[in-house]
């Protein structure tokens, strides 16, 4: 088996993964290798690989059994992926009710961050945002990078209920999470978070939860505008 280069490794990882359940190696009801068996098999990661497998199982390609492993649910991976950007009303009700929860939680994570982040933090945060804009053809990637930069400041608020509240959310929401990036494009993620890092880099707390609410609030404010057009 050719060894995975090392670029956009989850991604590639995610493509074998798909490969594999869609041309029936792994059919539904299979359990596929475990983290360490794929980890060896491609020569990757640990963590791109439990990258890729949390994003098939948000999508509802595979399910995690406690105690037994991970299996195939669906092996339509193609058609789960291209119908992301289709929006119904329920989808958009959910992906309200996200950013109606990260506008409330990610505020006041931001306000804390911007008084306690550390400078390896800061450089992490700028690293991020910097593969964000060179990732800006590349959607999952993307969101990959957009969710990173969420968590990092969830950990630099120095709540650990705030970081596994966010963690929590945003790994059941990937979906929601895709959805917004291919609407709303790229453009406005680097842009908020850009003035977020300015007011984390200026230590500045209100202005940090300024921009954060502001940046969850632009998005509900689109939404409707994007669901008529959608119709």
């Known amino acids: 088996m050719p060894i995975i280069k090392k670029t956009n490794i989850s991604q590639q990882v ?24 794929l980890t060896k098999m491609m020569d990757v990661s640990r963590s791109s690989v439990r990258t890729a497998i949390q994003q098939c199982i948000a999508l509802n390609i595979l399910e995690s059994q406690h105690g037994r492993g991970t299996f195939v649910k669906n092996n339509d991976v193609r058609g789960v992926v291209n119908t992301i950007h289709t929006l119904t009303q329920s989808d958009y009700n959910d992906i309200l009710k ?25 450089d992490k945060l700028q690293n991020i945002l910097e ?14 990078a957009d969710m990173q930069f969420h968590l ?19 790994g059941q929401t990937l979906r929601s999470s895709q959805q917004l990036n291919l609407l709303f494009g790229y453009k406005d993620g680097v842009y908020y978070h850009t003035k977020i890092l300015n007011s984390m880099r200026n230590k500045d707390s209100n202005e940090a939860k300024m921009w954060m609410e ?17 119709r």
């Open 98 to 122: 996200v950013l109606e929860f990260r506008k409330v939680i990610e505020s006041g994570s931001a306000s804390l961050a911007a008084a306690r982040i550390s400078k390896t933090q800061l």
């Open 131 to 144: 593969t964000m804009k060179k990732k800006s053809n590349e959607p999952n990637a993307f969101v990959q």
């Open 152 to 170: 990092e400041i969830s950990r630099a608020s120095g709540n650990v209920l705030i970081k596994s509240a966010l963690q929590s959310i945003l």
């Open 214 to 230: 502001e940046h969850m609030q632009h998005a509900m404010d689109q939404l409707p505008n994007i669901m008529s057009k959608k």
């Open 14 to 37: 995610f493509s074998f993964l798909q490969e594999n359940i869609e041309n029936g190696t792994w059919p539904i009801g299979s359990k596929i290798p475990s983290e360490n068996e």
